[in-house]
């Protein structure tokens, strides 16, 4: 054989570029979903949680732009404090990077508590803002927020340094074990990476608590401030993606020491060359897992803040629904007794309100226990008071009705004083999870959880097999060379290497579609079928299992890296031994758990979301109501 990196390799330019093109552009495109999935959906929960007040919203839907804006120019700060030495061992760089991206986050942190100071706690002082919203502010709970979301990016970039350095005992271990082949070596890899999912979904899970009780005095019971508590963890994603640019480059540094590392290789320097920049390499392996690490956490809290929004994108489907179809005869303060309905379908009626600034169609919901009011016998309901008897026979006439057609003399006042129905304009999300059933005892809830968990396994089988497909056709392209092309192994004669980046990038871009399209057809398709409590269950399907399967992916194929340059660097032999050829299977078979598989997860995660937030509208109307 011939060594990594060898010239006469025609893939060798293939693996270089494509170091470049997952770490780099890969992993940037995916920070930056997150970046603005985060952004975005901080502000519409902003919005979300002070309706009602519109100077309020607007500092809630203003801040987490500005924080993302103060948090790149911090991030270029953070560059300029990293300082080693010329003769810095591994564990030096991995300490001199820290202090950079610890130095931002106590900057951010405390900006953060400058920001929310002059945009939410000073202006929710001058304005008559009920007592239960100035909880948070006045206990700098969003600023508390910020700063979880800080440390945890912080403790999961440590977590994956330890699980994937071959400065700590996780990647020894695995090196240790290639004494006795490439089956142990693949064994201990799967056994670390399995193991070293429990720290980022502890960390994750305390910052979520954490982050919605600073945004809410603590109070996890009081359905009015559940909008401003998601708002906190929204803000907490938005906290850890502030130091996005540190991240992104101590990121793209991987690829840049590995194809250093190449080039001495290729241009034949001196093996001392080679050395350092197999170290550097190490290093860059370690930098691009804390990478992955940093992105699938960021990405397990930009999806739940996500699927927060999601319901306020069910909200507006309804508004919208209700207002496309006013009701012949409008209902004022007065006659709430005696209003005018339109049934649209399932249990949703639409009242036309009459009020100073025009006329307003708003959508009603009736919550499950008013469908069991309406379903009582004559037998059952004789027991009931006047008032009871009058709102059964109320939600029966509703009930009955075809869809689309008007129902008069409905008592609106007394069904939503007596908890039957909400207006979803004033509809709390606890009234959505109610009105939707949203819990494990649904079985449209846990089909669809088992739904999203099915689609991170699939998703990882097909991305898998995309990578074997590719491998294979590029090894076929290396071996039809090396026959065809005489004077290759001399040097002679140079390889065709612009031939296996053809190959990679055609392999690339078509066996994506599939797996793109399950991504955006499965949402789609539970939402009809089973309706908003059915994506909600895929939602948390989907982020529990995609969150865990790719921590593991990403730590069990740096460990696996790192493992093979540790014995490079003489451990276990060194070069050329069989347990340096065993450490080189557990490589490869990490590349694609590491590269592929892993980081794709976190696409996949997202885009649930997304195309469930943007069809939000259609499952409301047209889900089938089994």
């Not at 099915?454 to 074997?468: D, E, I, Q, R």
Request: charged share 15%; hydrophobic share 50%.
């Amino acid at each position: 054989g011939i060594p990594e990196d060898d010239p006469r390799n025609p893939a060798t330019i293939a693996d270089n570029v494509g170091d470049n093109v997952g770490d780099v552009a890969g992993m940037g495109a995916d920070l930056y979903e997150s970046y603005c999935g985060s952004i975005l959906a901080a502000a519409a929960l902003g919005v979300s949680a002070y309706r009602g007040f519109p100077e309020m919203q607007f500092m809630t839907l203003l801040l987490p732009m500005v924080l993302a804006g103060v948090g790149i120019a911090l991030s270029i700060l953070g560059i300029y404090v990293v300082r080693t030495d010329e003769h810095a061992d591994q564990r030096k760089l991995l300490k001199a990077l820290g202090f950079g991206v610890n130095a931002s986050s106590v900057a951010v942190a405390a900006v953060s508590a400058v920001l929310v100071w002059l945009m939410l706690v000073q202006p929710s002082q001058q304005l008559n803002l009920p007592d239960y919203l100035l909880a948070g502010n006045e206990l700098f709970g969003v600023c508390f927020a910020i700063i979880v979301g800080l440390a945890s990016g912080v403790i999961i970039g440590w977590w994956t340094e330890y699980s994937t350095s071959d400065v700590y005992a996780p990647t020894k271990r695995i090196a240790d074990q290639s004494v006795t082949g490439p089956a142990t070596v693949i064994i201990a890899g799967v056994a670390e990476g399995f193991y070293s999912v429990w720290v980022p979904i502890v960390v994750i899970g305390v910052a979520i608590m954490l982050s919605f009780g600073a945004c809410t005095g603590f109070d996890f019971a009081d359905p009015r401030l559940f909008s401003m508590g998601l708002y906190g963890v929204a803000i907490s994603a938005v906290g850890m993606l502030s130091t996005l640019g540190l991240t992104l480059a101590t990121d793209a540094y991987g690829p840049i020491a590995d194809n250093a590392g190449g080039n001495a290789e290729m241009t034949h320097q001196d093996p001392s060359v080679r050395q350092r920049t197999d170290a550097l390499d190490s290093l860059g392996n370690t930098t691009a897992a804390t990478g992955k690490g940093f992105a699938i956490g960021s990405a397990a809290l930009t999806a739940l803040a996500l699927m927060a929004a999601y319901l306020e994108e069910v909200r507006v489907g309804f508004e919208r629904w209700a207002g496309a179809t006013p009701v012949s005869v409008a209902t004022t303060d007065d006659n709430a007794a005696d209003a005018t309905v339109r049934r649209m379908s399932g249990s949703v009626f639409a009242v036309t309100r009459d009020a100073a600034e025009g006329q307003h169609t708003a959508a009603y919901l009736m919550f499950p226990k008013a469908r069991q009011m309406a379903n009582l016998t004559d037998a059952e309901s004789a027991h009931l008071p006047e008032l009871l008897a009058n709102v059964r026979t109320d939600l029966q006439n509703v009930l009955q009705a075809e869809d689309g057609t008007e129902v008069a003399g409905i008592d609106l006042e007394t069904l939503e004083s007596t908890g039957m129905v909400v207006n979803v304009d004033d509809a709390t999300m606890p009234d959505f999870v109610r009105y939707y059933d949203i819990s494990v005892m649904n079985p449209k809830v846990l089909v669809g959880s088992f739904m999203g968990v099915m689609l991170a396994f699939v998703f990882c089988s097909l991305t898998m097999k995309a990578v074997g497909r590719a491998a294979k056709s590029m090894v076929e392209e290396v071996r039809r060379q090396f026959r065809e092309i005489a004077g290759i192994m001399e040097g002679t004669a140079e390889p065709d290497y612009a031939a296996c980046v053809d190959i990679s990038t055609a392999a690339a871009q078509r066996e994506m579609v599939i797996p793109a399209l399950l991504g955006l057809v499965v949402p789609i398709g539970v939402g009809l079928l089973l309706g908003v409590g059915g994506v909600m269950g895929m939602l948390a399907g989907g982020l529990t299992s995609g969150f865990a399967v790719a921590i593991m992916m990403a730590n069990a194929g740096g460990a696996w890296d790192n493992a093979k340059k540790y014995i490079e660097a003489g451990a276990h032999g060194g070069k050329g031994t069989d347990a340096h050829k065993a450490t080189v299977v557990g490589d490869t078979v990490g590349d694609p758990f590491k590269d592929t598989s892993g980081p794709s997860l976190n696409i996949l995660i997202k885009l649930m979301s997304m195309v469930s937030v943007v069809f939000a509208g259609l499952v409301v109307q047209y889900a089938l109501t089994l």
